[in-house]
Every structure is written in structure tokens, then in C-alpha cells.
């Protein structure tokens, strides 16, 4: 891992048994050149002792509201100043719902009220708690609020349990603690990827190639960039990324009302998704049996929500949408630019040689008002890390203006 500018580090250690992770952060904090104050809770301290953290990182370790070496040392406006970065890890349920509420009963969440530092949060707890919908909802309350939050991860829990809800690796709380300048730290993407499928009947339906790796790809990248970022998703094979609030969906229908009830919420819509242009008029109860002779079905047309969001007139979001094509792109890709009234639009062609739906592959010809750039053929994770800065500058620009 390459060390970055930010080298001030405050780590929050709460009471859970994963507490004994933290003292690996703060190892390889140390090793990659922090500087690392640690604070602990009085329930965190009868799962590690302090002494520990403290020779771990050279420095005093503050525990409680006001201790001796607090008032010696530095005050909780002090330490919160000397912060570059706040980490929680572990940070329990009981962590998060004083958070969440704004309590100030210990020297922990008041650091938290007073940091202006980028904040970090790595849930740790049993599987049950974490899947509770107070829980998911102070997750959500939290990061729309600017926190930043690092797994948890599945797996098996200290308690027996197997599920979602262990905290995640040193190495990964690490490498996200010493990630490259977040260029949107303090921005919300909502972003649509996958397919939609429209129903026939009970087991037949409309849909098309795409795979959605473009759109989590945004995703991941938007996270690691420091935004706040909301995926509304088609069906897919891919796993939701990691910090990022998913919601699932399937036709067209539920798609444009998942995204319309929320674009107002956010800076940056990125219309990732291929959305079926067309579903049947009807869909039948039964299985349509085979038969002879031809089969008619009636489609009508979707609903359009790339052009619903970007005709919104109060709190429109900076609006990008994406154009697969076979024919003409550059042509058709400009004539969607203007008639949607997009800010920037992405285009790729599909069924060649590379790229397209289904590849691990794209590139990308991007146009807005009065510029255009070239994204060559690579991975799409890659693509994805390449497109968004853009999206971020031209972003800053119009909000600038």
C-alpha cells in the first residue's frame, strides 16, 4: 500500500470482540506512515487492554469522557482538530444508534460531534443486529450525513452465527483509510445498472445482454472517490458493492419509480442501465402453451426516466446517461445529448469484436455541450475509475457557474 497525504489518523476502538482487529489497523497504519491517536470506550477496554494499542502506535491512549491524559494532553476540540482522518473500528450497533442520535456521553461520540475530518465507520456485530431495520436505517442516516462506511463482511461470527455482520479486514480497512484524494467526498450518485426484464407470463420475459458491470463499477469507483452513492439494480449475477445502498428491481416500471421517488436527493444521476424500451400490454397469468401458427403480443412502450429526471425542474440532479449503439454513434449520441437535455452522455457500440453488453471489456466516446473525449477499450472497472473524474469536473463546472 502507498502511504498518502493524510497522515493523521484518530481511531476509535467501541466494545465488541472484534476490537482485537483494531490493533492489526493500527499496526499497519503505523507501518505505512500514520500517526495514530487512539480511543477507546470503557466497554472496549475489557476486550483489549490499552497498553496494547498504546505500544502499537507510540502515542497515549484516551479512554472514557475526560481522562487524566486527555486533560494533560489534548481536549476532545483538540484532538478532533488534530485529525485528518476519524476511523471507528470496530463500530458496534450501540456505536452507530448514538451516532445516529447525536449523543455526546463519551469521549468517543463526542469526537465524533465535533470532527470535521473525513469519518470512516467499520460496522461490527452479530447478523441478526445488522440485518435489523433500525440498524440498516442509521447506516443509511449515517452516510447521508458524509460518513464513509467500510463493510461488514460475511462470514462466521466469534458468537457461532454464520452471516453478514463481521467486521472486515485490517488490510481492507487499510487500503480504504490510504486510498488517493476523494474528488467526491460530499457528493450523492444515484446510479441504474443491469437490465430490466418485462413479464410474458409466468416464466418468459423481454430483456437484453446487459450484465450491469458497467453500472457496479460506477459504483465501487463513486465509493472509493468518497461519494455517497445509491445503485438501483436490474437483475444481475454480480454481487452489490461494498458501502453502497442497493436497491432491487425488475421491470422498467419499478425502476423509473425507484429513481424518480429519490433523484431529487442527489447531485449526480448516472443512467447506467439498459432498460427495455418496450414490455407487453398485458401479461398473461398462465404459461402460454406452444402452439401453431404465429404468436402476436402487444408491447408498449417504457417508461423513459432518463429524460424524466433530466426534465426535473426543482433540485435536478447533474444528469449522464449512456448510449449503446450499432449505427452512427457519434450521430445518435449528440441527438440524445440535446433532446433529453442531458449534461453528458457516454456512448459504446455493442455487438463487435470487444466491448459491449456482457464483456469484462468497454470503451467509451463521451460527449457534452461543447466537448467530446475518447476512452479507449479496457477493463471496465478501470473505465469506470477513468470516466467518473470526468463526470466530477464537468459536475464542479456547471455547479461553479
Known amino acids: 500500500m502507498t502511504p498518502i497525504n493524510t497522515k493523521r489518523v484518530l481511531l476509535g476502538v467501541s466494545g465488541g470482540i472484534a476490537a482485537y482487529k483494531a490493533a492489526e489497523v ?8 500514520c500517526d495514530i491517536r487512539v480511543v477507546m470506550t470503557e466497554t472496549a477496554t475489557q476486550f483489549v487492554g490499552p497498553m496494547t494499542f498504546q505500544a502499537l502506535s507510540g502515542n497515549p491512549v484516551f479512554s472514557g469522557h475526560q481522562d487524566t491524559a486527555t486533560e494533560n494532553a489534548m481536549d476532545h476540540i ?10 471507528i473500528a470496530p463500530a458496534t450497533a450501540n456505536c452507530l444508534a448514538k451516532l445516529r442520535c447525536g449523543l455526546a456521553d463519551d469521549l468517543l461520540s463526542t469526537l465524533y460531534l465535533v470532527a470535521t475530518c473525513p469519518v470512516y465507520l467499520a460496522p461490527a456485530m452479530n447478523q441478526a443486529m445488522w440485518g435489523k431495520a433500525v440498524t440498516q436505517e442509521n447506516i443509511r442516516i449515517l452516510q447521508k450525513r458524509g460518513a464513509l462506511i467500510i463493510g461488514p463482511e460475511a462470514g462466521e461470527q466469534a458468537c ?58 460506477l459504483a465501487k469507483a463513486a465509493v472509493a472517490a468518497g461519494a455517497r452513492v445509491t445503485l438501483v439494480s436490474g437483475p ?5 458493492p461494498e458501502a453502497v445502498h442497493c436497491i432491487a428491481v425488475e421491470t422498467a416500471a419499478e425502476m423509473y419509480q425507484a429513481v424518480i421517488e429519490c433523484a431529487t436527493d442527489y447531485d449526480i444521476f448516472i443512467a447506467a442501465a439498459a432498460v427495455a424500451d418496450y414490455a407487453p400490454v398485458a401479461t398473461k397469468a398462465e404459461k402460454i402453451k406452444k402452439q401453431d ?9 417504457t417508461p423513459d426516466i432518463l429524460a424524466a429526471v433530466a426534465s426535473l425542474k426543482a433540485r435536478r440532479p447533474f444528469t449522464v446517461g449512456f448510449a449503446a449503439e450499432t ?14 437535455n442531458l449534461d453528458l452522455i457516454a456512448a459504446n457500440w455493442v455487438g463487435k469484436k470487444q466491448g459491449g453488453f456482457d464483456s469484462e471489456e468497454n470503451a467509451l466516446q463521451v460527449y457534452w455541450a461543447g466537448g467530446e473525449a475518447h476512452l479507449g477499450m479496457m477493463e471496465k472497472n478501470d473505465l469506470a475509475k477513468t470516466l467518473l473524474p470526468l463526470i466530477a469536473e464537468k459536475f464542479h463546472e456547471k455547479n461553479s457557474t
Not at 483538540?78 to 476511523?87: F, Q, S
Not at 444481475?236 to 452489490?240: E, G, I, R, S, V
Not at 404465429?294 to 408491447?299: A, E, F, R, Y
Not at 449505427?327 to 433529453?340: C, I
Request: aromatic share 4%; glycine share 8%.
Open 160 to 217: 457461532g452465527d454464520i452471516g453478514m455482520g463481521r467486521m472486515s479486514l485490517p488490510e481492507t480497512i487499510v487500503s480504504r483509510i490510504l486510498e488517493p484524494p476523494r474528488f467526491l467526498l460530499g457528493t450523492s450518485l444515484l446510479i441504474t445498472a443491469g437490465p430490466t426484464r418485462e413479464p410474458i407470463d409466468p416464466v418468459r420475459y423481454i430483456s437484453n445482454r446487459s450484465s450491469g458491470k458497467m453500472g457496479y463499477a
Open 236 to 240: 444481475t449475477n454480480l454481487p452489490y
Open 293 to 301: 401458427g404465429l404468436l402476436q403480443i402487444m408491447l408498449q412502450k
Open 78 to 87: 483538540c484532538l478532533a482538530r488534530w485529525a485528518e482522518v476519524l476511523l
Open 26 to 33: 493500527v499496526r499497519l497504519l503505523k507501518k505505512a506512515g
Open 327 to 340: 449505427e452512427n454513434l457519434e450521430a445518435h449520441a449528440k441527438a440524445k445529448l440535446q433532446q433529453k
